[in-house]
């Protein structure tokens, strides 16, 4: 076919194809934040108050005046008087003065005259009183029960100094208030959902999921429940590509099996266009002369069809177009190149509509274990299944090419990975790092 004559590398015809995808304006839903993993952020979020909102400590110990323990080591320890435990979950009711301390835990809040804590391991109780920490007795004293009351002969010998500061928290170290948090595009990983239970929020806007419509063409394509005669063939790919829309964040919905009729597969493509916000079409774009999806994209709206072909293995007759504001892609019949072409177009597209900041994907260094022959020109990507690797000082991972034709689905399930061939190489040489791009 003419469109042929021209064949794009993957990474412009993906520029090209995005760039006729106006900046979307994001629809956007409330949810909880709970249930907001993996949900690309509407909206900047802002911290409301600081966090901490109160210094605390970061160990068990003792809380002091910093100045009150330099110089102090096991020869010649600092003597502190004890004044009070700081009560777990409230506002210490004491303050320290010079050469006091009191006993704290591990997330108590810093009482007023402290700028430090010394850790137990480096203290030691002289007298009776409180308790010592380290011993964890459930016993309480008189005076520990009334921190204000303490009993006058308790003292901590300190073995170590302390630097201002020293095992504390101060308030807004981790969040100042006002300063952003999650900037809008954000994936929410646990991370973000823990930073934002930590400031009280509990709910937020998040990205409407984009609705990805799939249509199946063939009258030799069955569904995976029937049993195929010869010549027949179960459908895989809306379920392979459904499974990646749902991976990428959008919504996968499947519109069956078209027949191989101009006029169903324009109708069915016009109605799922119409209700979804990207429409995938598979089976149609091989360069023969039954092929019908390029027609059925230019006949959907302007501009049509821009790319039909290109310059890789597997997936040369990919098509991209875009109808009236949506995109709509044109995938091989075959199960590997149409879920390899996938994760190249697919999955960039419901990134932009999601609204997602770039981020990096997920990727390992490995030793190819072959020699893998490529064409000058024209960019490959292989299937490799990862090994440990133990000895080597250079990586930790083999990759193992998994030879198979572009039709046989379990070559990528064996796999964990693909290895991208440049097209300015003519192949690569066993032994060579490479990077595996993660499924």
Same mark, same amino acid.
């Given at each position: ?46 911290? &409301? ?16 005046? @910093? /100045? +009150?323990?330099?110089?102090? *080591? ?17 506002? &210490? ?20 005259? @402290? +700028? ?17 920490? /380290? ?6 004293? +008189? ?5 204000? /009351?303490?009993? &006058? ?129 598979? %089976? ?18 302007? &501009? ?27 995938? !091989?019949?075959? !199960?590997? *190149? ?21 981020? !990096?994907? %997920?990727? @390992? ?40 034709? *572009? ?8 796999? +964990? ?23």
């Amino acid at each position: 076919m003419p469109e042929f004559l021209t064949l794009l590398p993957p990474d412009q015809a993906r520029e090209k194809l995005l760039s006729h995808l106006a900046a979307p304006t994001i629809d956007s839903e409330p949810l909880d934040v709970a249930q907001a993993l993996n949900r690309i952020a509407a909206a900047d979020i802002f911290a &409301p108050h600081p966090l901490p909102d109160f210094p605390r400590t970061t160990v068990d110990g003792y809380a002091v005046c @910093a /100045r +009150d323990t330099f110089g102090a *080591s096991d020869t010649l320890p600092a003597y502190l008087k004890l004044v009070g435990e700081v009560p777990m979950g409230d506002t &210490p009711t004491f303050e320290l003065g010079a050469g006091q301390c009191a006993l704290i835990h591990t997330g108590g809040m810093i009482p007023n005259g @402290a +700028d430090a804590v010394v850790m137990v391991e480096y203290t030691q109780m002289v007298g009776a009183g409180l308790p010592d920490v /380290r011993a964890g007795l459930l016993e309480l004293t +008189d005076a520990s029960l009334n921190p204000e /009351r303490p009993a &006058p002969t308790t003292e901590i010998e300190i073995f170590k100094s302390v630097a201002d500061g020293e095992n504390v928290i101060r308030i807004g170290e981790d969040v100042a208030q006002n300063q952003l948090v999650i900037p809008k595009g954000t994936q929410l990983r646990p991370a973000e959902i823990g930073g934002l239970m930590a400031l009280g929020i509990t709910f937020l806007r998040v990205a409407r999921k984009p609705v990805v419509g799939l249509l199946s063409t063939g009258d030799e394509v069955i569904e995976p429940s029937q049993t195929p005669r010869l010549g027949q063939v179960r459908d895989i790919n809306s379920y392979t590509l459904a499974a990646l829309v749902e991976k990428s964040g959008g919504v996968a919905t499947r519109y069956g099996i078209i027949s191989d009729q101009f006029e169903a597969l324009k109708e069915a493509a016009a109605r799922a266009l119409s209700e979804c916000d990207v429409l995938i079409i598979t %089976a149609g774009s091989s360069a023969s002369t039954r092929d019908m999806t390029a027609e059925v994209i230019r006949q959907l709206g302007q &501009p049509g069809v821009l790319v039909h072909g290109i310059n890789t293995k597997p997936g040369k007759p990919t098509i991209l177009g875009v109808c009236d504001g949506k995109a709509v892609i044109g995938l !091989p019949g075959n !199960p590997v *190149s149409a879920l390899v072409n996938g994760y190249l177009f697919v999955a960039p597209v419901i990134e932009k509509l999601l609204g997602a900041l770039p981020k !990096p994907g %997920a990727s @390992a260094q490995a030793v190819l274990t072959v020699n893998l022959p490529s064409q000058a020109g024209r960019e490959d990507w292989w299937a490799v299944k990862l090994i440990a690797n133990p000895q080597s000082s250079t990586s930790a991972y083999w990759a193992e090419p998994i030879f198979g034709k *572009s039709n046989l689905i379990f070559t990528l399930a064996a796999a +964990d990975g693909l290895l991208r061939i440049h097209p300015d190489a003519t192949g690569l040489s066993m032994g060579e790092i490479v990077e595996v791009v993660l499924m």
